[in-house]
């Protein structure tokens, strides 16, 4: 008895070992009719495993992956191409392999089969069919070939070599096995996966560490002694332990060659992921289980403990409480409200196209207020609710556009839950579009243009760096098509090729109709540049290497301020070569280059507010969204006096007023002791004084022997060294 325990243990061993990847249902036809089972439920067996392998199939097409039959076409069988046993020889991709370097299937797979006794009832040595039988479960799991499987799970030397286990177990307890929803290799595998981003799980096909870890994890759950499978109880019996297993992924890796079986694993992680992930909301595609449900529930219940504990604190402790609650509260709310639906990405018309439904919204809404309601049960009010940015997720794609469709609603939801803002996410790009603008349904387009078709985008840079692939973008609002807009659309866009880049120089550079080049400014955000646009166009990104001739005389304390903001657009030379750094700057010339430089330049706005600035003048643009901003205030309430040059306290109040606007900041406590460092505080006018206090604190704006100078006018260079300290501005925390 202990010998036909052996026999199972392996098969099954090795079968967990490599339908742990792919999830495949053990095929049972020839199996059954050997040991008199019921020939019905094998045959619903082999649907379920043609079912799964078609769905696998489908969407490794879909990926256009090429990787995974690679590593099957690396897998023969005994008796292919003269092998005698079945072996693993080196993988390669569009070429021919080399037949005379080959691994052993027994070999690579002996951390686990070394510890069993391959010997059937009889004791002959059923070390070479029951190789073949684990080759076929490698072979499959990487081409999906059910045909192919079949054929060999029939040959009567594989069902002579699998008859001999023990005659308690059943084709149930397999299925226990492999498919009990708690315990089972499935239920782990979705498990896990669904507990992984889409990002991660590429990352399990290029990180061997995470990949480890994965598999280490993943045989762990299953390989417990609580967990009642027979077949879990035979392996642990003989001693075998997820180590092993997780070995011999190892060693197939290694024999079979690193490099194309981390990016067949990746291919494989990603279909199977794409086609079992359960989205994060009930609905929409065929999700069977509901995050949302579970997480709120549990939240009522955390909450509920708190209000009794909240409505008998005091003082700090009771406020201390009130924030753990509304902490919760923010934690689920985020949760739900990002949304990794990678998984339902569809590949229509060689785009990755993802569309929303009406009734998943309302489910996020559902979830959304009931979570509100249970923190204003708890502490007496939703006021503390931060829902943050919605964040729609299509994970990484392999297709060179993008469609994203999302319904009214979610704009419904996005007003009433007060949300920072939209966010999709594409691979690493995103586009973050504004709430408070849209009332229909909205369809974001992007294109992703690499190599060749790039290059020819980006000629208008010619001899200059180019740091990101092209991207374009349009929208449709309402089935109609728009090309500007009334709030930016922020691109958030992966940068690369950076070794030799001057990272302060890099900007977003806009193809416009005529093909040339405008530069667009943006802030660098790590390995991202963020640039707000309010209108569509294709963006990329490259070094803006500006020179100027006449600038010696403020190289070292403007020198490197000039180039700077010269590279993000926001200020231009007098003439081909010359900044004129000793000019003095007029109040229309500041307006554009703050505006311009803090991304807040939107050629919609409009403002009759001044009289001497008519909607032809140059700057009218600028100066209208500085008033509509409140950055500006005018010279008089009707007037804005562009042509005068700015004074020093003026400059100071439209920076500061500036940064309040797009970072949020508010005025220093003490004005007039920020003021009186200096010696000319007097003649800091009333209404210049708490944003001159606050520049000067901030260090935007330095004074001179211990005075302001509010009055002097400042010089361009001055304009450029104010600015380039704006822009890089950050709050003390």
């Not at 990787?67 to 023969?76: K, L, P, R, T």
């Not at 204003?376 to 990484?396: F, H, K, Q, R």
């Not at 003095?584 to 600035?613: C, G, M, P, Q, Y």
């Not at 022997?705 to 380039?724: C, H, M, Q, S, W």
Request: glycine fraction near 8%.
């Amino acid at each position: 008895m202990v010998l036909k325990k052996k026999v199972i243990a392996g098969t099954i061993a090795a079968s967990l070992t490599f339908t742990a990847l792919a999830g495949l249902p053990l095929s049972d036809k020839g199996l059954a009719e050997k040991l008199g089972i019921n020939v019905a439920y094998a045959a619903d067996s082999n649907i379920k495993l043609a079912d799964w392998a078609s769905k696998i199939k489908k969407q490794l097409s879909a990926q256009q992956a090429v990787y995974s039959q690679s590593v099957a076409d690396a897998v023969y069988l005994k008796g292919e191409e003269e092998f005698s046993v079945a072996s693993v020889t080196y993988a390669v991709y569009n070429g021919t392999p080399n037949l005379s370097v080959s691994t052993s299937v027994y070999d690579i797979a002996k951390p686990v089969v070394g510890k069993l006794n391959l010997t059937d009832k009889d004791g002959n040595d059923i070390q070479e069919d029951f190789s073949n039988l684990v080759a076929g479960l490698i072979k499959f799991m990487f081409n999906q070939d059910t045909n192919a499987f079949n054929a060999l799970r029939d040959e009567p030397s594989i069902v002579n070599a699998v008859y001999a286990v023990d005659p308690t177990m059943t084709f149930a307890d397999l299925d226990t096995f492999l498919f009990d929803t708690n315990t089972g290799v499935q239920a782990s595998l979705i498990s896990k996966l669904n507990g992984l981003s889409a990002t991660d799980v590429l990352a399990l096909g290029t990180d061997p560490v995470a990949r480890n870890k994965f598999f280490d994890e993943l045989f762990a759950s299953v390989l417990t002694s609580s967990n009642s499978s027979k077949v879990v109880q035979l392996l642990l019996a003989q001693g075998v332990t997820s180590a092993d297993f997780a070995d011999v992924v190892r060693n197939f890796r290694f024999y079979v060659g690193p490099e194309i079986f981390d990016k067949a694993a990746a291919e494989l992680f990603t279909a199977y992921r794409t086609v079992f992930y359960t989205p994060p909301y009930t609905g929409g595609g065929g999700g069977t289980s509901s995050v949302i449900s579970p997480s709120v529930a549990q939240l009522a219940q955390e909450l509920a403990d708190l209000k009794g504990k909240i409505a008998a604190a005091t003082g700090d402790e009771k406020d201390k409480l009130i924030a753990q609650a509304v902490s919760k509260t923010n934690e689920v709310v985020e949760k739900i409200l990002t949304l990794d639906l990678s998984s339902q990405v569809q590949n229509v018309n060689g785009k990755a196209t993802l569309t929303l439904s009406a009734a998943d919204v309302t489910k996020l809404i559902t979830a959304v207020s009931d979570a509100k309601k249970a923190l204003a049960d708890a502490v007496g009010s939703s006021d503390g609710l931060n829902v943050g940015e919605i964040t729609i997720n299509l994970g990484a794609i392999a297709q060179s556009g993008a469609s994203v469709s999302l319904p009214q609603e979610l704009w419904t939801l996005a007003n009433d839950s007060k949300a920072d803002g939209v966010a999709i996410k594409i691979g690493e790009l995103s586009a973050t579009l504004p709430v408070g603008t849209f009332t229909e349904a909205v369809t974001l387009g992007v294109t992703i243009e690499t190599g060749d078709a790039a290059s020819s985008v980006t000629s208008g840079v010619y001899g200059k760096s180019v740091a990101s692939d092209v991207y374009g973008f349009d929208l449709q609002v309402g089935g109609k098509e728009v090309e500007q807009f009334n709030k930016a659309i922020t691109l958030r866009l992966p940068l690369k090729n950076l070794t030799g880049v001057d990272k302060e120089l890099l900007t977003t550079g806009r193809v416009e109709a005529d093909g040339t080049i405008s530069t667009q400014g943006g802030t660098i955000d790590g390995e991202f540049i963020v640039e707000p646009r309010y209108s569509f166009s294709k963006y990329f990104v490259f070094e803006n290497k500006v020179t100027f001739n006449d600038i010696a005389k403020v190289q070292a304390w403007a020198g490197r301020q000039i180039q700077v903001v010269a590279a993000k657009g926001a200020i231009e030379g007098k003439s081909a070569g010359v900044f004129a750094p000793q000019d003095k700057i007029t109040r229309a010339e500041f307006a554009k280059i703050l505006i311009t430089a803090l991304n807040l330049d939107n050629t919609l706005a409009t403002s009759s507010k001044f009289s001497d600035v008519p909607a032809s003048h140059w700057a009218a643009p600028y100066i209208a969204v500085a008033a509509e901003q409140g950055i500006i205030n005018g010279k008089t309430p009707s007037t804005f006096a562009p042509n005068a040059t700015i004074t020093r306290a003026e400059m100071a109040t439209m920076i500061a007023r500036a940064l309040k606007v797009t970072q949020g900041l508010k005025d220093i406590d003490n004005a007039e002791a920020a003021l009186s460092v200096f010696k000319d505080a007097s003649k800091i006018g009333s209404a210049f004084r708490s944003s001159v206090a606050w520049a000067a604190a901030s260090d935007i704006i330095i004074g001179a022997n211990g005075k302001f100078l509010p009055n002097d006018n400042a010089t361009r260079a001055e304009a450029a060294v104010i600015i380039y300290r704006a822009i890089n501005f950050k709050p003390q925390a």
